[in-house]
T-cell receptor
């Protein structure tokens, strides 16, 4: 079993829909990151969380440390949101980032 | 432009060869991380340097080595290349050693033929 699990693996949506991507982890962490990878391959860091909730534009990330779970929400989705979204955790005892396998999102007009 | 510069962007080489990938971190960042992304393995952490010192090692093969120089740029050396080493290699930088945001470079796509 992977230490970081994401769901769903693939997601399609119509423009304007509210989207949720989930991430569960089984290790102790000091921080959790949400990353976005576009079809060209480039990776952008969206959020780093250690507790609570963060918002940036139409993106909202939440984390529940007790339940070892995080969610990434996209409000009013747009075709330009189409990308792979990757959850990664910083292990408590090391400097390593452990990655989920990613969620491929396609938003259609 | 993220501020993290990786060169070259693309590299095609033959099995058994050796290549060097280069990463210049964002100005002011002391940490450099290397990651490998292959189709079947996803993103894997390779190695982390902070201010010239190795901080952590991940799933890095013995055929691979890295270093961070006094000017903070880093090089990842891959030797005795195999077909399975074909992947995207990303570098990321951050200000500190732990719990800081990461800035990723655009990656080097390595194809071993």
């Amino acid at each position: 079993k992977n230490e970081v699990e994401q769901s769903p693996q693939n997601l399609t949506a119509q423009e304007g829909e509210f989207i949720t991507i989930n991430c569960s982890y089984s290790v102790g962490i000091s921080a959790l990151h949400w990353l976005q990878q576009h079809p060209g391959g480039g990776i952008v860091s969206l959020f780093m969380l250690s507790s609570g909730k963060k918002k940036h534009g139409r993106l909202i990330a939440t984390i529940n440390i007790q339940e070892k779970h995080s969610s990434l929400h996209i409000t009013a989705s747009h075709p330009r949101d189409s990308a792979v979204y990757i959850c990664a955790v910083e292990s408590l005892n090391t400097d390593k980032l452990i990655f989920g396998t990613g969620t491929r999102l396609q938003v259609f007009p | 432009d993220s501020g993290v510069t990786q060169t070259p962007k693309h590299l095609i080489t033959a099995t058994g060869q050796r290549v060097t990938l280069r990463c210049s971190p964002r100005s002011g960042d002391l940490s450099v991380y290397w990651y490998q992304q292959s189709l079947d393995q996803g993103l894997q952490f390779l190695i982390h340097y902070y201010n010239g010192e190795e901080r952590a090692k991940g799933n890095i093969l013995e055929r691979f080595s890295a270093q961070q120089f006094p000017d903070l740029h880093s090089e990842l050396n891959l030797s005795s290349l195999e077909l399975g080493d074909s992947a995207l290699y990303f570098c990321a930088s951050s200000v500190g050693a732990r719990n800081y945001g990461y800035t990723f470079g655009s990656g080097t796509r390595l194809t071993v033929v």
